[in-house]
């Protein structure tokens, strides 16, 4: 095993020579950071880049220079800067973009509120927000600022697990835009992110995943960013993770989720959803390469996630042909405000 102060030697040796350029330079270096067993692949037009590695990673050497990771936050939001409003200027036009936001309970309002109004800093371009709230009693009314839609999808029992899918495909269901963003309700944006997308979506491209570093803020950091006693670029992460695929935020038009069954509704409880919707979607015109940052806030374990009963389902579902997936799923339809397919109140009398 090797020492931490062994591990040190090699950041100051080899990575600070690699990271200190990058980030002095004028153009997107930064972004094709990486861990010295890591391969990246450029995008021909030299905008972002690909991970050619499976499942996300931590960037090793902010780990121990933690101010090397607030750099790379500074320079990355000195690109792609948040901007946090309570309002939007986009709710008198049509949405060309719809962000769908999944929530349960209200341990997580502060970090609902903190995400929306990221989005609501979203520029150049026409967007809605909606907000699936999967609980027995609506608890969000009277919260939401005026401009996000709220749509109450209580579940067909009391005791079901929160389900993600089904969140999603509620929310697409009811949204307007004809690009869906289907993003998780910790995860706050920059202000270019929905117009990135758009652009990728006008170039040919029907699945988009820009995230190259998302920031994980701990958790004092998070609570005074609630409180406002600072901002992202106070203090430096807690971790920066690459290659989050399916995860988080992704975006894909309304045509592809529908060619592809949308999100898997047998997915009950957390893990492994985001991971199948994501390999069915490579079936689309996807673009692979991720140049913008996102900043994650802390919140305590999702008490049932990565349970054995999804994460098994997702092992079983990798062994067959994504097309098979989608036509199981295309078949069965989904989205109903009456439960996930298989536990609709109809289907169990």
Not at 300 to 319: C, F, H, I, M, N
């Amino acid at each position: 095993m090797t020492s931490p102060l062994r591990e040190l030697a090699g950041v100051l040796i080899k990575d600070l020579p690699r990271y200190l350029p990058a980030l002095a330079s004028r153009g997107n270096a930064y972004i094709g950071l990486c861990n010295r067993n890591e391969r990246i692949e450029w995008s021909p037009d030299r905008s972002g880049v690909r991970c050619l590695w499976r499942w996300g990673t931590d960037l090793h050497a902010p780990r121990h220079l933690r101010w090397l990771g607030l750099r790379l936050a500074r320079r990355a939001h000195a690109d792609h800067p948040v901007h946090c409003y309570s309002s939007s200027a986009s709710t008198d036009q049509a949405p060309t973009v719809s962000f769908i936001v999944g929530h349960r309970g209200e341990s997580r309002l502060p970090h609902l509120l903190a995400t929306l109004a990221s989005i609501a800093g979203q520029r150049d371009v026409a967007f809605e927000c909606l907000v699936v709230e999967q609980d027995v009693v609506a608890r969000l009314p009277g919260h939401l600022p005026g401009w996000v839609r709220h749509v109450h999808a209580p579940p067909p029992s009391p005791d079901m697990p929160y389900a993600r899918s089904w969140a999603f495909n509620v929310g697409v269901k009811q949204a307007r835009g004809e690009i869906l963003v289907l993003h998780d309700n910790d995860i706050v944006v920059p202000a270019d992110y929905a117009a990135r997308i758009v652009d990728r979506v006008r170039r040919g491209h029907d699945a988009v995943n820009l995230k190259r570093f998302l920031f994980y803020l701990d958790r004092q950091h998070t609570e005074n960013y609630f409180a406002g006693r600072s901002g992202l670029l106070d203090h430096a992460a807690e971790a920066i993770t690459q290659n989050l695929e399916g995860g988080g935020s992704v975006a894909i038009t309304r045509e592809g989720f529908d060619r592809i069954g949308g999100m898997d509704e047998s997915f009950i409880g957390w893990g492994g959803e985001d991971n199948e919707f994501w390999e069915r979607a490579q079936t689309l015109r996807v673009w692979r390469y991720a140049d913008l940052p996102s900043w994650h806030l802390w919140h305590g374990p999702q008490p049932d996630k990565g349970s054995r009963t999804p994460v098994e389902k997702y092992a079983a579902l990798a062994q067959l042909d994504p097309r098979e997936r989608i036509a199981t799923l295309v078949a069965q339809g989904n989205g109903e405000l009456s439960g996930p397919f298989g536990r609709r109140g109809a289907e169990r009398a």
